[in-house]
T-cell receptor, first 116, second 111 residues
């Protein structure tokens, strides 16, 4: 149980284009999901908290207009990197609390974004 | 300020050589301490959740323990497939599921 999927697993795009990453909870509902980015040899950096049916909450320093988050259903959150630039190249990972009374967050497999 | 510190940064062991990883934390009202394993290019894989001092949990060659200031992840007779980065995170009492993360310990088990 508590499986989280992400799509795509990797994407390469040209500078200036937009990229959408999907995060799905497969066997549970998630009113809250989290989006992280991770640079090589570094730990996870929380970017934003995605709330179903309401606006996302962004961490300090994260541009809301650049990283658009939509949590349209209880099983799907999307992160769109708009007008991507090479400095946006990173490993993006989503997570969700596993449901019920558990506090445990379960993570997706991650999406490797490379912007040329 | 809530903080999580993991040590060592990296640990190289021979296969079968047992050891421990440390996670020290300062947090207001601990609601949970979490251990994850992360392989290169993959998302973190959940291992354990600990809630109160004195609690212990085991899974195969791994055992996690918790005190009021730190947690240990003990690895008994490790195998090369245990090589990974081990991440520790805590959930403060006032957080909305948000976690405070340590920098991780990279474990390498040589055959």
């Amino acid at each position: 149980g508590a499986v989280v999927s992400q799509h795509p697993s990797w994407v390469i795009c040209k500078s200036g284009t937009s990229v959408k990453i999907e995060c799905r909870s497969l066997d549970f509902q998630a009113t809250t999901m989290f989006w992280y980015r991770q640079f090589p040899k570094q730990s996870l950096m929380l970017m934003a908290t995605s709330n179903e049916g309401s606006k996302a909450t962004y961490e300090q320093g994260v541009e809301k207009d650049k990283f658009l988050i939509n949590h349209a259903s209880l099983t799907l959150s999307t992160l769109t990197v708009t007008s991507a630039h090479p400095e946006d190249s990173s490993f993006y990972i989503c997570s969700a609390p596993g449901g019920g009374a558990t506090d445990t967050q379960y993570f997706g497999p991650g999406t490797r974004l490379t912007v040329l | 300020e809530d903080q999580v510190t993991q040590s060592p940064e990296a640990l190289r062991l021979q296969e079968g050589e047992s050891s421990s990883l440390n996670c020290s934390y300062t947090v207001s009202g601990l609601r949970g301490l979490f251990w994850y394993r992360q392989d290169p290019g993959k998302g973190p894989e959940f291992l354990f959740t600990l809630y109160s001092a004195g609690e212990e949990k085991e899974k195969e060659r791994l055992k996690a323990t918790l005190t009021k200031k730190e947690s240990f992840l003990h690895i008994t007779a490790p195998k090369p497939e245990d090589s990974a980065t081990y991440l520790c995170a805590v959930r403060p009492g006032d957080s909305n599921y948000q976690l405070i993360w340590g920098a991780g310990t990279k474990l390498i088990i040589k055959p």
